[in-house]
């Protein structure tokens, strides 16, 4: 069965780093493109970043230069390190395989950013 | 980046009723578009890719259509279990991956 967990949200203070993780089964994480997509509490659906099959990476404007996408091959795991938090990273992060649609998805993990 | 626009943000329908949800992109999307469903404190799930192609596992009552910049999801007759957001997403131009904001279903 194909699927996605993702672990390491949690109540950071702003200018605080975090880093979430992804665990794949079922599939193979550097086969694929991978990205992060984020949703803020009551809003929709935000791409924030992807790491390409071939292991070039791309990251929304609002996270770059933050924001780091990397993954494991040999623990078939996908990362997203986040430095430098604000208030508006607060949101649910789902990690998801990317072909172009996102599918399947991770049950998201909340990241809180407050003091 | 493209914007997804979705109409109407809310829509009361009765269980049974046929369903029409409406997304828009700021240019043409080709037939790179996905269509997903998201009930309360779930991950969003795959519904249409391609405009039209429903996903596995999908019943036949979800139907997507459209090309270029207007697109549509059409439930036949609405169930119970269907009462949720849906969201419209383009994959033709990234990134940015880009969704549209959202439609919800809810009980009349």
């Known amino acids: 069965e194909v699927q996605l967990v993702e672990s390491g949200g949690g109540l950071i203070q702003p200018g605080g780093s975090l880093r979430l993780s992804c665990a794949a089964s079922?599939?193979?994480?550097?086969?694929?493109?991978m990205s992060w997509v984020r949703q803020a509490p009551g809003k929709g659906l935000e791409w924030v970043s992807i790491?390409?099959?071939?292991?070039?990476?791309n990251h929304a404007d609002s996270v770059k230069g933050r924001f780091t996408i990397s993954r494991d091959n040999s623990k078939n795991m996908l990362y997203l390190q986040m430095n430098s938090l604000r208030a508006e990273d607060t949101a649910v992060y789902y990690c998801?395989?990317?072909?172009?649609?996102?599918?399947?998805w991770g049950q998201g993990t909340l990241v809180t950013v407050s003091s | 980046e493209i914007v997804m626009t979705q109409s109407p943000a809310t829509l009361s329908v009765s269980p049974g009723e046929r369903v029409t949800l409406s997304c828009r992109a700021s240019?043409?999307?080709?037939?790179?578009l996905a269509w997903y469903q998201q009930k309360p404190g779930q991950a969003p799930r795959l519904l249409i890719y391609?405009?039209?192609t429903r996903a596995t596992g999908i019943p036949a009552r979800f139907s997507g259509s459209g090309s270029g910049t207007e697109f549509t999801l059409t439930i036949s007759s609405l169930q119970s279990e269907d009462f949720a957001v849906y969201y419209c997403?383009?994959?033709?131009?990234?990134?940015?991956?880009?969704f549209g904001q959202g439609t919800k279903v809810e009980i009349k």
């Open positions: 998801a395989r990317n072909p172009g649609p996102f599918d399947p």
């Open positions: 079922g599939f193979t994480v550097s086969s694929n493109h």
């Open positions: 790491i390409y099959s071939g292991g070039n990476t």
């Open positions: 240019q043409s999307v080709s037939s790179n």
């Open positions: 391609g405009a039209s």
């Open positions: 997403q383009q994959y033709n131009n990234w990134p940015p991956w880009t």
